[in-house]
């Protein structure tokens, strides 16, 4: 195993989450990870009766639709059903295993918290293949640094000095846990918003379907890609500095999977020295909004053990968070006087060096900024491409279902190379009704338009990772 040390605090972390976590030995929060989102306070569940919407070959239909909306090319995912089920638990969905790990050694300002989702057959090979000769494929997730923009409402993911309150706290319902509304809104519940509630990642993967895969039918019951999901949690000073070190990051992946395979071993019973770990496989890292300047942290060090870039509404401009000293709260800076131009100038610029002629790492960026992208766009178009416009435009003037008239609305677009292993996905800015608290759009597509009441900033990583799943080189 890794030079780290872990420890398995879902149970203990679920005294705070206000019931989040199923502690049950043999299903830890099994259940919450099918839940497709939250109608007025209440989880509605993923069942054959409300689908999960995923993208699969395209973003855009190629059809004449009745509203702007109507041209994503969303399909509707089925209810997966659990195939170790006993005739008389038939409703009982499969939704494989969450974990959150603690490190325990050389944790000062390092990260030290990781969320977990493992598919059921990953995790099934965990508990029944003892030598660990297999491969496991992993998905890292970054969040985006908190305290954006000195939006006072929005504090940062993780606190050194609130962690020890609220960890250390014997009974959850006195008052700290009760009446902190810093650590009932935001703290420390990123890695569960991010797997199962708003973000939904354990969902997109489950759901996904894979191109040219066995799982291809859209009513298929089967669950999506083998893989693990980790979510790692920093707080804005420093802001993921270690894992934004290849070296680090690849060993930290390699331990995490060593102690999850420890675990499923150990729950099956098992007391002898394991010899042989699972080695790592296919490795996809996700960005979103100010995450991004991880990506290009990792990209200007070539890492090799990464296969996929994605990058979802990545912010690439001159902005950068470190710690005020005299305040010890993240304070916002110029890095470098750019714009998101020169932002994605730079970062495509160190994707290319990364990947060479090498189709077999792929990359998928997704964008509001399209006048930020548009030198992917005019380089991709100068050699052989396949792009697919999707035409808001036509619906500008025309009436929406809210009594309104949509204005304002640009195209869009998604560019391939010729092998699809690149692409890039242009929805602009003004077309959503609500992009961020301070940019809206009248004009725009309505909050509860269709499947797009998610509309807005967030909508990129919450719906289009399946897109890049299926068109990804996971098996």
Request: glycine share 6%.
């Amino acid at each position: 195993m890794a030079n780290f040390s872990f420890e398995d605090i879902t149970c203990t972390l679920g005294r705070y989450t206000k019931g989040y976590f199923d502690c049950a030995k043999e299903n830890k929060m099994r259940e919450n990870a099918v839940y497709s989102g939250i109608v007025k306070n209440v989880f509605v569940p993923f069942r054959n009766n409300l689908p999960f919407p995923i993208f699969t070959d395209t973003v855009f239909k190629k059809t004449t639709v009745n509203y702007p909306y109507d041209l994503f090319d969303f399909k509707g995912r089925t209810g997966i059903k659990d195939p170790y089920a006993k005739p008389e638990n038939a409703n009982i969905y499969h939704a494989g295993r969450i974990l959150v790990l603690k490190r325990k050694n050389d944790v000062d300002k390092k990260t030290k918290y990781f969320f977990i989702w493992i598919s059921q057959s990953l995790w099934d090979k965990y508990r029944n293949q003892s030598n660990g000769n297999f491969k496991t494929n992993i998905h890292i997730n970054f969040h985006p640094v908190g305290h954006i923009n000195d939006i006072k409402e929005y504090p940062p993911y993780y606190n050194e000095r609130i962690e020890q309150q609220i960890l250390n706290t014997e009974d959850p319902k006195d008052s700290f846990y009760s009446d902190n509304k810093y650590y009932n809104n935001n703290y420390f519940t990123i890695g569960i918003r991010y797997l199962f509630l708003e973000k939904q990642a354990v969902l997109q993967q489950r759901c996904s379907l894979k191109k040219g895969g066995q799982n291809t039918d859209i009513s298929s019951n089967e669950d999506g890609i083998p893989m693990m999901v980790i979510i790692p949690v920093s707080g804005g000073a420093p802001y993921f500095a270690d894992l934004s070190n290849v070296a680090n990051l690849q060993e930290i992946t390699k331990a995490v999977s060593d102690f999850c395979f420890d675990i499923a071993q150990k729950e099956k019973g098992r007391s002898t020295p394991i010899e042989n770990y699972p080695t790592i496989g296919r490795v996809a890292c996700s960005f979103y909004s100010r995450s991004g300047m991880i990506a290009e942290q990792l990209l200007s060090q070539r890492p090799e053990f990464i296969h996929e870039f994605y990058l979802y509404d990545v912010m690439l401009d001159m902005f950068h968070f470190i710690e005020d000293k005299t305040t010890a709260k993240p304070k916002k800076i110029k890095v470098v006087d750019r714009t998101q131009e020169k932002g994605f100038e730079r970062v495509w610029h160190l994707m290319k060096q990364w990947r060479q002629d090498n189709s077999d790492k792929k990359i998928r960026i997704y964008s509001a900024y399209s006048t930020a992208i548009e030198l992917i766009r005019a380089e991709l178009k100068r050699s052989r491409y396949d792009e697919n416009l999707a035409i808001f435009s036509a619906f500008n003037d025309k009436p929406d279902k809210a009594g309104g008239t949509y204005s304002n609305l640009s195209d869009g677009y998604e560019i391939y190379n010729a092998d699809k292993s690149i692409s890039v996905v242009s929805i602009p800015i003004k077309n959503f009704a609500h992009y961020l608290d301070d940019i809206k759009s009248p004009g725009g597509f309505a909050v509860y338009d269709n499947y797009l009441e998610d509309v807005g900033h967030s909508w990129f990583v919450r719906r289009l990772q399946t897109h890049s799943l299926y068109h990804s080189g996971f098996n």
